[in-house]
Protein backbone atom coordinates (compact mmCIF):
# COMPACT_ATOMS: atom_id res chain seq x y z
CA UNK A 1 0.00 0.00 0.00
CA UNK A 2 1.01 3.88 -0.69
CA UNK A 3 3.79 4.83 2.23
CA UNK A 4 3.04 8.24 2.65
CA UNK A 5 -0.48 10.03 3.73
CA UNK A 6 -2.53 12.15 1.90
CA UNK A 7 -3.45 14.96 1.29
CA UNK A 8 0.29 16.31 1.33
CA UNK A 9 2.56 19.32 -0.54
CA UNK A 10 4.12 17.77 -3.59
CA UNK A 11 7.57 18.24 -3.51
CA UNK A 12 9.56 19.43 -6.29
CA UNK A 13 9.65 16.99 -9.35
CA UNK A 14 11.80 17.63 -12.48
CA UNK A 15 11.15 16.22 -15.63
CA UNK A 16 14.03 16.16 -18.51
CA UNK A 17 12.24 16.91 -21.85
CA UNK A 18 13.42 14.83 -24.88
CA UNK A 19 14.63 18.30 -26.28
CA UNK A 20 17.34 18.77 -23.34
CA UNK A 21 15.22 21.12 -21.07
CA UNK A 22 13.65 20.59 -17.63
CA UNK A 23 10.03 20.43 -16.76
CA UNK A 24 9.21 21.60 -13.21
CA UNK A 25 6.36 20.38 -11.34
CA UNK A 26 5.95 24.07 -9.78
CA UNK A 27 5.36 25.73 -12.77
CA UNK A 28 1.74 24.05 -13.35
CA UNK A 29 1.02 25.41 -9.53
CA UNK A 30 -2.62 27.38 -9.95
CA UNK A 31 -3.88 24.08 -12.51
CA UNK A 32 -4.67 20.94 -11.66
CA UNK A 33 -2.26 18.39 -12.69
CA UNK A 34 -2.59 14.75 -13.51
CA UNK A 35 1.26 13.28 -13.30
CA UNK A 36 1.66 9.85 -15.06
CA UNK A 37 4.50 7.95 -14.57
CA UNK A 38 5.08 5.27 -17.00
CA UNK A 39 7.82 2.78 -19.00
CA UNK A 40 8.12 3.17 -22.25
CA UNK A 41 7.92 -0.46 -23.14
CA UNK A 42 4.21 -1.11 -20.83
CA UNK A 43 1.57 -1.94 -22.47
CA UNK A 44 -0.52 -0.02 -20.49
CA UNK A 45 1.22 2.72 -19.96
CA UNK A 46 1.14 3.24 -23.55
CA UNK A 47 -2.73 2.33 -23.18
CA UNK A 48 -2.48 5.19 -20.66
CA UNK A 49 -0.62 7.65 -22.59
CA UNK A 50 -3.40 7.89 -25.36
CA UNK A 51 -5.99 8.28 -22.80
CA UNK A 52 -4.14 11.66 -21.50
CA UNK A 53 -3.57 12.46 -24.81
CA UNK A 54 -7.57 12.81 -25.11
CA UNK A 55 -8.71 13.83 -21.47
CA UNK A 56 -5.86 16.65 -22.33
CA UNK A 57 -7.85 17.85 -24.77
CA UNK A 58 -10.88 17.52 -23.17
CA UNK A 59 -10.04 19.09 -19.46
CA UNK A 60 -7.42 21.89 -20.62
CA UNK A 61 -10.36 24.48 -20.69
CA UNK A 62 -10.89 23.47 -17.02
CA UNK A 63 -7.66 24.03 -16.05
CA UNK A 64 -6.07 21.06 -16.32
CA UNK A 65 -2.72 19.96 -17.30
CA UNK A 66 -1.67 16.26 -18.07
CA UNK A 67 2.50 16.00 -17.42
CA UNK A 68 4.09 12.11 -18.22
CA UNK A 69 7.50 11.15 -16.99
CA UNK A 70 8.77 7.95 -18.13
CA UNK A 71 11.20 6.03 -15.89
CA UNK A 72 12.52 2.61 -17.26
CA UNK A 73 16.26 2.06 -17.53
CA UNK A 74 15.97 2.90 -21.06
CA UNK A 75 13.59 6.00 -20.92
CA UNK A 76 16.20 8.30 -21.54
CA UNK A 77 16.76 7.29 -25.08
CA UNK A 78 13.13 5.87 -25.97
CA UNK A 79 11.23 8.48 -24.52
CA UNK A 80 11.17 10.69 -27.69
CA UNK A 81 9.74 7.51 -29.63
CA UNK A 82 7.29 7.12 -26.71
CA UNK A 83 6.08 10.89 -27.21
CA UNK A 84 6.11 10.59 -30.86
CA UNK A 85 3.91 7.46 -30.86
CA UNK A 86 1.74 7.18 -27.57
CA UNK A 87 2.08 11.04 -25.31
CA UNK A 88 0.94 13.34 -28.17
CA UNK A 89 -0.85 15.83 -26.88
CA UNK A 90 1.08 16.72 -23.30
CA UNK A 91 4.56 17.57 -22.19
CA UNK A 92 6.12 13.55 -21.50
CA UNK A 93 10.08 13.29 -20.88
CA UNK A 94 12.10 11.42 -18.32
CA UNK A 95 13.59 11.39 -14.89
CA UNK A 96 14.81 8.20 -12.76
CA UNK A 97 13.57 5.45 -10.88
CA UNK A 98 14.91 6.98 -7.59
CA UNK A 99 13.21 10.24 -8.22
CA UNK A 100 10.15 8.54 -8.78
CA UNK A 101 10.01 6.94 -5.69
CA UNK A 102 11.66 9.68 -3.58
CA UNK A 103 8.68 11.98 -5.06
CA UNK A 104 5.76 9.15 -4.11
CA UNK A 105 7.66 9.09 -0.19
CA UNK A 106 7.76 4.82 -1.14
CA UNK A 107 10.48 2.96 0.31
CA UNK A 108 12.51 1.03 -2.84
CA UNK A 109 11.49 -2.48 -0.75
CA UNK A 110 8.18 -1.86 -1.92
CA UNK A 111 8.39 -0.16 -5.36
CA UNK A 112 5.14 0.56 -7.04
CA UNK A 113 4.27 -0.94 -10.73
CA UNK A 114 3.22 1.02 -13.72
CA UNK A 115 1.87 2.88 -14.77
CA UNK A 116 1.18 5.74 -11.82
CA UNK A 117 -1.08 8.26 -11.64
CA UNK A 118 -0.48 11.17 -9.19
CA UNK A 119 -3.59 13.79 -9.10
CA UNK A 120 -2.40 16.93 -8.14
CA UNK A 121 -4.96 20.47 -7.16
CA UNK A 122 -4.25 23.96 -7.71
CA UNK A 123 -2.74 24.71 -4.42
CA UNK A 124 0.01 21.80 -5.32
CA UNK A 125 -1.28 19.13 -2.75
CA UNK A 126 -1.25 15.43 -3.81
CA UNK A 127 -4.55 14.07 -3.23
CA UNK A 128 -4.70 10.82 -4.86
CA UNK A 129 -2.18 8.10 -6.44
CA UNK A 130 -3.47 4.94 -8.21
CA UNK A 131 -0.94 3.11 -8.34
CA UNK A 132 -0.12 -0.99 -7.81
CA UNK A 133 1.63 -2.78 -5.21
CA UNK A 134 2.81 -5.84 -4.04
CA UNK A 135 0.32 -6.04 -1.58
CA UNK A 136 -2.70 -4.54 -3.63
CA UNK A 137 -5.72 -6.54 -2.67
CA UNK A 138 -7.24 -8.55 -5.37
CA UNK A 139 -10.95 -6.80 -5.15
CA UNK A 140 -9.45 -3.14 -5.33
CA UNK A 141 -11.97 -1.06 -7.07
CA UNK A 142 -9.36 0.27 -9.42
CA UNK A 143 -8.74 -2.57 -10.92
CA UNK A 144 -11.23 -1.20 -13.44
CA UNK A 145 -7.52 1.26 -13.71
CA UNK A 146 -6.40 -1.07 -16.18
CA UNK A 147 -9.36 -2.10 -17.86
CA UNK A 148 -11.03 1.75 -18.75
CA UNK A 149 -8.49 3.95 -17.22
CA UNK A 150 -10.11 6.61 -19.28
CA UNK A 151 -12.94 6.45 -16.48
CA UNK A 152 -10.84 6.34 -13.90
CA UNK A 153 -9.17 9.54 -14.70
CA UNK A 154 -11.95 11.42 -15.48
CA UNK A 155 -13.72 10.52 -12.39
CA UNK A 156 -10.73 11.25 -10.18
CA UNK A 157 -10.63 14.57 -12.23
CA UNK A 158 -14.12 15.37 -11.81
CA UNK A 159 -13.84 15.14 -7.96
CA UNK A 160 -11.09 16.87 -8.01
CA UNK A 161 -12.80 20.06 -10.00
CA UNK A 162 -15.80 19.58 -8.06
CA UNK A 163 -13.70 19.90 -4.59
CA UNK A 164 -14.41 16.97 -3.84
CA UNK A 165 -11.79 14.72 -1.36
CA UNK A 166 -10.05 12.06 -3.43
CA UNK A 167 -8.23 9.49 -1.83
CA UNK A 168 -5.05 6.99 -2.12
CA UNK A 169 -5.43 3.77 -3.66
CA UNK A 170 -3.45 1.05 -4.52
CA UNK A 171 -4.38 -1.34 -7.46
CA UNK A 172 -3.76 -5.16 -8.42
CA UNK A 173 -3.10 -6.26 -12.01
CA UNK A 174 -0.18 -7.99 -13.28
CA UNK A 175 3.23 -6.60 -12.55
CA UNK A 176 4.75 -4.44 -15.24
CA UNK A 177 7.70 -3.07 -13.67
CA UNK A 178 9.56 -1.79 -11.84
CA UNK A 179 12.85 -2.52 -13.34
CA UNK A 180 16.17 -1.30 -12.66
Known amino acids: MFAAPLPRKAA ?5 MPDGKDLL ?24 AQVLSDIQKEYANKGVQVLGATFDKDASRQVAQFDLIFAKGFPCGYTTNDKVLQFLQQP ?27 DSKEDSPELTFFKKPEITIR ?3 DKMLKGEKTSTSAMKTAPTGPRS
Open 108 to 134: ATKPPFVPIMVFIDKTGMIRSVKMVTE
Open 155 to 157: AEL
Open 12 to 16: EFVIH
Open 25 to 48: LSSYRGKTVVLAMMFTDCPHCQKN
